[in-house]
């Protein structure tokens, strides 16, 4: 049985709506950030860098949302991966850039202490951090233009994972409802049963009205 291990509202919102989605069968434990449970001996051996998602499988542990999604699409949910090289390599590219860019923008504002000791600076990079989030929510909303999935008409796990930066910009009172294509996106995202039964699960702030 796959084991599953998140904090509701974190990053690994992305892996959680691609295994509820997938109809793959699996445990799942929710750790509390507020506790600082992902910091424990128990699950650092699963994952010694303290960060969540993780979901443990036969052969040991995967960490990361891009391989834990790309894990499941192979293994439980191939239609959940686009087939074509070219837009597979293309799903594979946004989901890097989220991870290497769209997340590490957010996280200069909950975590400036992770950029830098200076406690002086702080309030600066938590602008600087907002103004290249709100860009990246921008771009994002100018991918999905016309597109009923961020991939085109396929829905994918790309589309989870790109559902996690709304609910971020919706947390920290960014404009997203002007993002029109992001925000009708959102919508049928909502529409999903996998998708309600996740953010439900992880009481989500995409719920709240
Ligand atoms: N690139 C990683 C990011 C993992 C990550 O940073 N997760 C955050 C939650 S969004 C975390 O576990 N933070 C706990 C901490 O920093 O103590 C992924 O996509 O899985």
Redesign the pocket.
């Known amino acids: 049985m796959l084991k599953f291990y998140y904090?509701p509202g974190?990053?690994?919102t992305?892996?959680h709506i691609g295994l509820e989605e997938s109809g793959a069968r699996f445990d799942s434990q929710a750790?509390s950030?507020a506790k600082?449970e992902?910091?424990t001996p128990e699950y650092l051996k699963i994952?010694p860098?303290?960060?969540?998602?993780a979901l443990v499988i036969d052969e040991g542990a995967i960490?990361?949302?891009?391989?834990?999604l790309d894990y499941v699409a192979a293994k439980y949910a191939p239609h959940l991966m686009p087939k074509d090289p070219a837009q597979r390599a293309r799903a594979i590219s946004l989901m890097a850039w989220?991870?290497?860019t769209v997340?590490p923008s957010?996280?200069h504002i909950s975590?400036p202490e992770?950029f830098a000791t200076d406690t002086a600076v702080h309030e600066h990079l938590k602008a600087v951090g907002r103004e290249n989030f709100h860009a990246n929510l921008k771009e994002i909303d100018g991918f999905l233009a016309g597109k009923q999935w961020i991939m085109g008409n396929d829905f994918s796990v790309v589309d989870g994972?790109a559902l996690?930066f709304y609910g971020w910009g919706k947390r920290i009172g960014l404009p997203v409802a002007d993002l029109e294509n992001y925000t009708a996106w959102k919508d049928r995202m909502l529409a999903r049963p996998a998708v309600r039964r996740v953010l439900e699960r992880e009481q989500s702030v995409l719920l709240a009205a």
């Not at 860098?49 to 998602?53: A, D, K, L, T």
């Not at 960490?63 to 834990?68: L, M, P, S, Y």
């Open positions: 904090a974190a990053c690994s992305a892996s750790l950030f600082n992902q910091k994952n860098r303290g960060r969540v998602p960490v990361e949302n891009t391989a834990i989220f991870s290497n997340h957010f996280t975590r992770r994972y996690v």
